[in-house]
Nanobody
Framework: QVKLVESGGGSVQAGGSLRLSCADSTGTAVEGCMAWFRQAPGKERERVASISAYATTYADSVQGRFTISQDKVKNILYLQMNNLKPEDTGMYYC?????????????????WGQGTQVTVSS
């Protein structure tokens, strides 16, 4: 059973950087698509970035500022976030699905972490 655990969230000022990490605490490597989602209060969960053997994709709002990457040896997923803006504030979730085609809809992802909070102040 896959169990994803995120870390690296925190509070930063606008323009700052954070790096989020996501690891499977059971040591199981998910073959398929890995993604980062975020959810702000009162808003729907949105996909921020995703990565698979086929493609790496970013939401327009983070393109050029965020970078998703994987350490296949350690089975860790990362999200490097630079030039953070107040609108990036939210709970960030790591997600995975056992298909290589990444999807935008959160309902297509089977495995989820508990989330890590990111707060960006102006």
């Amino acid at each position: 059973q896959v169990k994803l655990v995120e870390s690296g969230g925190g509070s930063v000022q606008a323009g700052g950087s954070l790096r989020l990490s996501c690891a499977d605490s059971t040591g199981t490597a998910v073959e398929g698509c890995m993604a980062w989602f975020r959810q702000a209060p009162g808003k729907e969960r949105e996909r921020v970035a995703s990565i698979s053997a086929y493609a790496t994709t970013y939401a327009d709002s983070v393109q050029g500022r965020f970078t998703i990457s994987q350490d296949k040896v350690k089975n860790i997923l990362y999200l490097q976030m630079n030039n953070l803006k107040p609108e990036d504030t939210g709970m960030y979730y790591c997600a995975a699905r056992e298909e290589y085609w990444c999807r935008v809809d959160s309902r297509d992802y089977v495995y989820w972490g508990q989330g890590t909070q990111v707060t960006v102040s102006s």
